[in-house]
């Protein structure tokens, strides 16, 4: 493992609402790429939308206020986020499915 920059961060988060079948993983991945973030979002069982990201702390902070708001066709109802010690093994932003 590589060794965990002091000014990384992760931020875990679960999207809840109308967040599935409206193009969220699509904009959520754009947006962390655009913000230079690694890690992956996905489509969970329960109707939610899970995020996983790291980068820098303000990158992760502008991704947690689009996750509040979403995609034009989303209604988000809820966002529960907390922050981890960063893992530093991914390689790049990605939809998981």
Request: charged share 25%.
């Amino acid at each position: 493992m590589k060794d965990i920059a002091p000014d990384r961060y992760r931020l875990q988060a679960t999207v809840h609402g109308r967040v599935q079948g409206v193009s969220f993983r699509f904009y959520t991945r754009r947006r962390a790429t655009d913000l230079g973030l690694t890690g992956h979002v996905r489509n969970a069982w329960d109707g939610t939308v899970e995020v996983v990201a790291e980068g820098q702390r303000a990158g992760l902070e502008e991704l947690l206020a689009f996750l509040r708001v979403g995609p034009p066709a989303a209604v988000v109802t809820q966002v529960d986020a907390r922050w981890v010690a960063p893992t530093n093994t991914f390689g790049r932003f990605e939809v998981r499915y």
